[in-house]
T-cell receptor, first 112, second 115 residues
Framework: KNQVEQSPQSLIILEGKNCTLQ??????????LRWYKQDTGRGPVSLTI?????NTKSNGRYTATLDADTKQSSLHITASQLSDSASYIC???????????FGAGTTVTVRA | SAVISQKPSRDICQRGTSLTIQCQVD?????MFWYRQQPGQSLTLIAT?????????ESGFVIDKFPISRPNLTFSTLTVSNMSPEDSSIYLC????????????FGPGTRLTVL
């Protein structure tokens, strides 16, 4: 069973609207949680990284939240643009090794 | 941050042949990783490549199928040997650290299609 679950699997939103992506994890012991954006045909690019003590982190129009108690994270996209169309991957790392646990990703399509 | 380049960016290969993918980083890094991303799937770690030692392979991946070289701290290659259509995937290299040990940076990927 995957230790990082993302929802929804995909979503379509209109340009200018907001959306929120969810990530639940069971990875332990927890080190940090990262959100990556992967454009079609490209490698993932880091958006945010949060440690246990951080509740929220922003990167432009992207805002990530983390609740380490409930092991949940969200990525909020504000005022979406066509260039936000991509796959968003939640990645969790353990504190005792370098290996990462990847979610399956949420595919976001922004339409004009 | 680290800037990573991969060659080739894409290739179409015949069944039974081999392809070597190159990964170049703009700074010296200790750990380099090779991932596979099959269509519609997330990333799966193939192996970890450390300079001066044998690569460490994950369950389900073997050196005979995916030999890896790591001749220095900025370069690595992954070979996909005796290819079959099931090997059609995106192959990505990544590095840990490069001054920021909390982030893993990914290359642009190599899109491989096996006919």
């Amino acid at each position: 069973k995957n230790q990082v679950e993302q929802s929804p699997q995909s979503l379509i939103i209109l340009e200018g609207k907001n959306c929120t992506l969810q990530c639940n994890y069971t990875v332990s012991p927890f080190s940090n949680l990262r959100w990556y954006k992967q454009d079609t045909g490209r490698g993932p690019v880091s958006l945010t990284i949060m440690t246990f003590s951080e509740n929220t982190k922003s990167n432009g129009r992207y805002t990530a939240t983390l609740d380490a108690d409930t092991k949940q994270s969200s990525l909020h996209i504000t005022a979406s643009q066509l260039s936000d169309s991509a796959s968003y991957i939640c990645v969790v790392s353990r504190s005792n090794d370098y290996k990462l646990s990847f979610g399956a990703g949420t595919t976001v399509t922004v339409r004009a | 941050s680290a800037v990573i380049s991969q060659k080739p960016s894409r290739d179409i290969c015949q069944r039974g042949t081999s392809l070597t993918i190159q990964c170049q980083v703009d700074s010296q890094v200790t750990m380099m990783f090779w991932y596979r991303q099959q269509p519609g799937q997330s990333l799966t770690l193939i192996a970890t490549a450390n300079q001066g030692s044998e690569a460490t392979y994950e369950s389900g991946f073997v050196i005979d199928k995916f030999p890896i070289s790591r001749p220095n701290l900025t370069f690595s290659t992954l070979t996909v040997s005796n290819m079959s259509p099931e090997d059609s995937s995106i192959y990505l290299c990544s590095v840990e650290g490069a001054g920021d040990t909390d982030t893993q940076y990914f290359g642009p990927g190599t899109r491989l299609t096996v006919l």
